[in-house]
């Protein structure tokens, strides 16, 4: 599950719109393949999971939504392993914080545009949110 070169493996959950309104400006990046995992319809394996929590120096507790309804209702009064919670993100993929990035060696939590921005990677219309710091309203 590693990106090939120029390829954004861009994992995201279906059901969060604010996942789909991520997923757009990935897709937006031309010098980039978008290679979608939707894990609402194929969820991570065990070891994958491993792998996303490795590359981004977490554990696999650091990946879990601690917003999610499911963590909230069934999962969070009760203390799990990291085995246990892979197993657990395998059967309810709506715990996993998403969306996820993997790109050049990368892996990152992409919350706006701006989290590719700054990685470096051009999106028309987008600059870095201390890119404009000048262009604030005239004072004359």
Same mark, same amino acid.
């Given at each position: 599950?590693?990106?090939?070169?120029?390829?954004?493996?861009?994992?995201?959950?279906?059901?969060?719109?604010?996942?789909?309104?991520?997923?757009?400006?990935?897709?937006?990046?031309?010098?980039?393949?978008?290679?979608?995992?939707?894990?609402?319809?194929?969820?991570?394996?065990?070891?994958?999971?491993?792998?996303?929590?490795?590359?981004?120096?977490?554990?696999?507790?650091?990946? /879990?939504? !601690? *917003?999610?309804?499911?963590? +909230? %209702?069934?999962?969070?009064?009760?203390?799990? &392993?990291?085995?246990?919670?892979?197993?657990?993100?395998?059967?309810?993929?709506? /715990?996993? !914080? *998403?969306?996820?990035?993997? +790109? %050049?060696?990368?892996?990152?939590?992409?919350? &706006?545009?701006?989290?590719?921005?700054?990685?470096?990677?051009?999106?028309?219309?987008?600059?870095?949110?201390?890119?404009?710091?000048?262009?604030?309203?005239?004072?004359?």
């Amino acid at each position: 599950m590693r990106p090939q070169e120029n390829e954004i493996l861009f994992i995201f959950n279906g059901r969060k719109a604010h996942d789909a309104k991520v997923l757009g400006y990935a897709s937006s990046i031309q010098k980039y393949k978008v290679n979608e995992r939707n894990i609402d319809k194929n969820p991570l394996t065990e070891t994958q999971l491993t792998q996303v929590a490795n590359d981004m120096g977490l554990q696999i507790l650091d990946l /879990i939504d !601690k *917003t999610s309804d499911t963590f +909230l %209702n069934e999962i969070k009064a009760q203390n799990f &392993s990291n085995e246990e919670m892979m197993k657990i993100v395998k059967r309810h993929p709506d /715990i996993l !914080k *998403t969306p996820i990035a993997m +790109l %050049n060696g990368t892996v990152f939590f992409v919350h &706006s545009a701006y989290d590719f921005v700054n990685k470096g990677i051009e999106i028309e219309g987008v600059k870095s949110k201390s890119g404009n710091s000048s262009e604030g309203p005239s004072r004359d």
